[in-house]
C-alpha cells in the first residue's frame, strides 16, 4: 500500500505546523553549526503579513517544509526536506532562495 502524500498550507503560525516544521528543521541542520532556526523565531515569521508554511506529510510523519513571505519587492522561500528510508532520516537537504 502507497503512503499517503499531504500538502497544507498556513498562513499564520499554526502550532502543529510549527512543531512539524522544527522536526525537520531540526534534523536538517547539525546543530554544532547553529545554524538552524528556534521554533520562536519561526513563529514570530509567520506573523509577517505576506508569510506562508507548506508542510509536507507522508502518513502523518513530516518530510519537509517551506516557508516563503512576499515582502514588497521581493519573495523569499525557505525549503527543507528530509530523504528517509523506513523510518529512520538518511540524509536531509535545504535550500534558501530569493527572487
Given at each position: 500500500?502507497?503512503?499517503?502524500?499531504?500538502?497544507?498550507?498556513?498562513?499564520?503560525?499554526?502550532?502543529?505546523?510549527?512543531?512539524?516544521?522544527?522536526?525537520?528543521?531540526?534534523?536538517?541542520?547539525?546543530?554544532?553549526?547553529?545554524?538552524?532556526?528556534?521554533a520562536?523565531?519561526?513563529?514570530g515569521?509567520?506573523?509577517?503579513?505576506?508569510?506562508?508554511?507548506?508542510?509536507?506529510?507522508?502518513?502523518?510523519?513530516?518530510?519537509?517544509?517551506?516557508?516563503?513571505?512576499?515582502?514588497?519587492?521581493?519573495?523569499?522561500?525557505?525549503?527543507?526536506?528530509?530523504?528517509?528510508?523506513?523510518?529512520?532520516v538518511?540524509?536531509?537537504?535545504?535550500?534558501?532562495?530569493?527572487?
Amino acid at each position: 500500500m502507497m503512503p499517503n502524500l499531504f500538502f497544507d498550507t498556513y498562513d499564520e503560525g499554526e502550532r502543529n505546523a510549527i512543531a512539524d516544521a522544527m522536526t525537520v528543521m531540526e534534523a536538517a541542520f547539525d546543530p554544532v553549526f547553529g545554524e538552524a532556526w528556534t521554533a520562536a523565531q519561526l513563529s514570530g515569521v509567520m506573523m509577517m503579513p505576506g508569510t506562508w508554511l507548506t508542510v509536507v506529510r507522508i502518513d502523518a510523519a513530516p518530510l519537509g517544509f517551506a516557508w516563503c513571505d512576499q515582502y514588497w519587492m521581493n519573495a523569499n522561500c525557505y525549503c527543507s526536506r528530509l530523504i528517509r528510508c523506513g523510518a529512520d532520516v538518511v540524509s536531509a537537504k535545504h535550500c534558501c532562495a530569493t527572487v
